[in-house]
């Protein structure tokens, strides 16, 4: 089968497709035909070797795709040949074994069934995204209906998850992002405000937006660039998520003093299985009533992983990218 293969931790270049052997699969395991793998900034990190998780070597890149399901091993219960599924923990990357290939062996819990309105893309949109979208608003922030959510950096993958998420549960959102595309896509998956993260006094925009109040919940995409300026534009009791962060930053920790605030870090890497259970629960609802749709707004053939994984570190994001197998 086609896959990318990794033989040495260094920049973009180092991702080679290459023909392999077909996995083989266990009697609990499950082969996914993927038809689309999704590309995470993670992916990026890992390659280069300075990444906190390292992969062993020779391995395949992905942790998210979509696919049908191509055999089930005799103990596995709950899929069959045939069933259009989503890939979706990071079993695959951290054994070498990731989605940037035909196929994918995976164990069920890391399945969860694709609607049929969903499209393979959007399936492998859902995975590392959608799940830190669902963990850092629920289950780190605990934001609830009423409240107002600033989601910032809300183009990328992460970003439009939140988006819909939040304005699924009845949240009002804010949200960011650097280009006139990306801040469209942002408004038409959920935001009712949007503000340019490119304009020097943003924040102002966001305060009026809140009637000077600051927002109660700010999903926080670049904290090292922004960890400060978020605490003055946190409402009173607000609650700060960082999950994205590329560099040390100084905050005045007056500004979550004065506001008796909480800056919660999160790494999906810390989840529970009970609590993927509640995550994929409801993101499976949204996606079947209507109230999730992924935006897959780059696809690209499986070939050019490499320039994926240089785009995805560039900024101009409109939400994932896809790599079509
Ligand atoms: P992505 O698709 O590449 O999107 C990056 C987002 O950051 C875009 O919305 C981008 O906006 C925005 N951004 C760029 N400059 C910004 C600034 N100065 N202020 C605010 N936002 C800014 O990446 P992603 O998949 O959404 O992931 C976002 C971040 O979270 C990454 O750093 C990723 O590594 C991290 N992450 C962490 C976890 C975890 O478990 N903690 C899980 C998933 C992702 P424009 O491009 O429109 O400027």
Known sequence: MKAIRVHAFGGPEVLKLEDIADPKAG???????????????VDAYMHTGTYARKPPLPYTPGFDGAGDVESAGADVKGFAKGDRVYIAGPGNTISGAGTYAERAICIPS???RLPART???QGAALGVPYCTAYRALFQRARAVAGETVLVHGATGGVGIATVELAHARGLTVIGTGGTDAGLAAVREHGADVVVSHRAVNYADD???ATGGRGADVIIEMAAHINLDRDLSM????????VVGNRGKT???????MGRDAAILG???FNVTDAEFV????GLIAGLANGTLNPVAGREMPLAEAARAHTTVMEPGALGKIVLTV
């Open 250 to 256: 100084e905050i005045d920790a007056r500004g979550a």
């Open 206 to 208: 966001i305060m009026r």
């Open 234 to 241: 946190l409402a009173r009791f607000g609650r700060i998520v």
């Open 27 to 41: 009697p609990g395991d499950v082969v996914v035909r993927v038809r689309a793998a999704g590309v995470n900034p």
């Open 119 to 121: 499209s393979y893309a």
């Open 110 to 112: 890391q399945l969860h």
């Open 266 to 268: 999160m790494t999906l």
């Open 278 to 281: 509640e995550i994929h629960a």
